[in-house]
């Protein structure tokens, strides 16, 4: 009996300190979280009062707030990923792995992911190990799976007809109807204008189903690359073949075939492109 108290009163003390180190780690959440509340507001307030950005001041205070929410969203990242690291042994990293989990690379999110970790079998956990999953489908150091669809006159046509023929391939995949896909687009675009001439290429693999409504989303981004689709949604054959979860998503591809990353978005593709290319 006395041992049984003993182990009782242990396990009591334990969970007190995990229930401490949480509330801890939520006031660090809520402080960054209203900051981020913060730079928000002032976005939709200079959204109302110059819709178009067309003054100069405008333009560069968005930047200045872009780069800003950038910042916090890394610290936050930074301090998820400190959760990880202290509670091996515990639930408190399970929901926090859910909340940012498409903000983990594959190599993080599978380190994340830990068998042995206390909070693995966790029901919150359930969606990103869905996510983990698809991303093995398309991890790096894999050959590129190629996929047969139609392009935009209706014309038969390949993956392999652009990919690992000598060039880095971005295989971009989105849908009109998609609102961050339309969002992160002029992204892809100035990067596709800053290194097309270098060898830089990209294949758009569309999840619409309405030919109509892909074609004029095209036009409208200006969308210069290949496009293909089997007009298919969800049920594309390039969800189950990548894995495919959520979009925006993509992999870039190497001269080789190679996959050599996957979800590069906003800074991390120009930096990725970077790497490769130069200035």
Avoid at 110 to 118: E, H, M, Q, S, W
Wanted: net charge negative; charged share 25%; proline share 4%.
């Amino acid at each position: 009996m006395k041992q049984l108290l003993i182990l009782l009163t242990l396990l009591a003390s334990t969970n007190l300190l995990h229930a401490q180190s949480e509330e801890a780690y939520k006031v660090q959440m809520d402080i960054i979280d209203a900051q981020g509340e913060q730079i928000l507001q002032e976005f939709r307030a200079l959204q109302q009062k110059d819709p178009q950005r067309e003054m100069p001041a405008t333009r560069e205070r968005f930047v200045q707030l872009s780069a800003k929410y950038d910042s916090l969203a890394n610290e936050q990242l930074k301090l998820i990923k400190q959760i990880i690291r202290e509670n091996h042994d515990n639930q408190i990293p399970a929901k926090y792995i859910k909340e940012a989990m498409y903000q983990f690379s594959y190599e993080e999110l599978k380190a994340a992911l830990d068998p042995t970790a206390a909070y693995y079998n966790s029901p919150e956990l359930e969606k990103p190990k869905r996510l983990l999953a698809g991303y093995e489908k398309r991890r790096p150091g894999m050959k590129f799976h190629d996929l047969e669809m139609e392009d935009t006159d209706d014309r038969y046509a390949t993956l392999s007809q652009w990919v690992g023929q000598g060039q880095y391939v971005l295989i971009d995949f989105w849908a009109s109807w998609c609102g961050p896909c339309r969002q992160e687009m002029p992204n892809v675009v100035k990067n596709y204008e800053k290194y097309h001439s270098k060898g830089f290429n990209i294949v758009g693999v569309s999840l619409d189903q309405k030919k109509e409504s892909w074609v004029a989303a095209i036009q409208q981004l200006g969308m210069k690359w290949p496009q293909i689709s089997d007009l298919k949604g969800w049920k594309s054959a390039a969800v189950d073949v990548y894995g495919i979860s959520s979009i925006p998503s993509s992999v870039l591809v190497a001269p080789d075939g190679t996959i050599v990353a996957i979800d590069l978005r906003g800074n991390s593709l120009s930096e990725k492109l970077r790497e490769i290319y130069g200035e």
